[in-house]
């Protein structure tokens, strides 16, 4: 079933990079669930309510100068028939691969927040910095000729299910019943850099490595300087 933007979804796409509004537009050509499009641009002012409220930890988010999405699938969560905006994970990993595939059709570098590993937003699409700097509006999509409906093709690497999500969001709802593990953190998007802009994904154990590494290279250099001394 092939499905189409709404009127609604494609007014939240006004200011959105062209090749983002490009991906979303082929993505619901071949996704396999229908989705909306829940928020694209976003004032200084709404980004700070989001800080504030701890929906978000970053004044420096995609959203402010349109290289980020939130897009969320229809689903019959409740099976009553009815098809209903789904904020449960199982649900996000279909419209992930759809989207993922658009952007490999497209030739366009995308980054899913499903995709981190803390702050996992399940919602949240963006360009990447290194890619698309602020400032950067240019299109760069390429224009698809042959399309292939089948969904095996064009695939990246299988998305596994993946049930870490943020502790503060807009909303939770888990699998399974509220408050369990699984669900889906609208608008939690990951700590930024102010300096290079970056997604930052440094753990403490990255640190600990780092600065193993810093003593061993000390007693090394020390140790040569001791027998050239």
């Not at 349109?66 to 229809?74: E, K, N, R, T």
């Not at 996992?120 to 360009?127: A, C, F, M, R, Y």
């Not at 990255?206 to 290279?217: G, S």
Request: aromatic fraction near 8%.
């Amino acid at each position: 079933m092939a499905y189409s933007l709404s009127a609604k979804s494609r007014k939240k796409l006004a200011g959105i990079h062209p090749d983002l509004v490009a991906l979303i537009e082929r993505a619901i050509q071949i996704t396999p669930v229908d989705f909306t499009v829940l928020e694209g641009m976003r004032t200084v002012d709404r980004q700070r309510q989001l800080v504030k409220r701890g929906a978000s930890k970053t004044m420096n988010s995609r959203h402010l100068t349109g290289h980020a999405v939130d897009i969320a699938p229809f689903c019959d969560t409740d099976d009553d028939g009815k098809s209903e905006i789904s904020w449960q994970w199982p649900d996000y990993y279909p419209l992930a691969k759809a989207v993922k595939r658009a952007a490999k059709e497209l030739g366009i570098a995308i980054e899913w927040g499903g995709d981190w590993r803390s702050f996992k937003d399940g919602p949240h699409w963006q360009l990447p910095w290194k890619q698309y700097p602020a400032g950067d509006m240019r299109p760069r999509a390429r224009t698809i000729e042959n399309s292939v409906d089948d969904l095996d093709v064009l695939l990246d690497a299988p998305i596994t299910e993946k049930t870490e999500t943020r502790d503060a969001t807009e909303k939770t709802v888990a699998v399974g019943g509220a408050g369990g593990v699984g669900g889906i953190g609208v608008g939690a998007e990951p700590i930024i850099d102010a300096i290079s802009g970056q997604q930052s994904e440094i753990t403490s154990g990255d640190w600990a490595r780092i600065a193993i590494a810093v003593v061993i290279v000390g007693l090394t250099a020390w140790s040569i300087w001791r027998l050239w001394r």
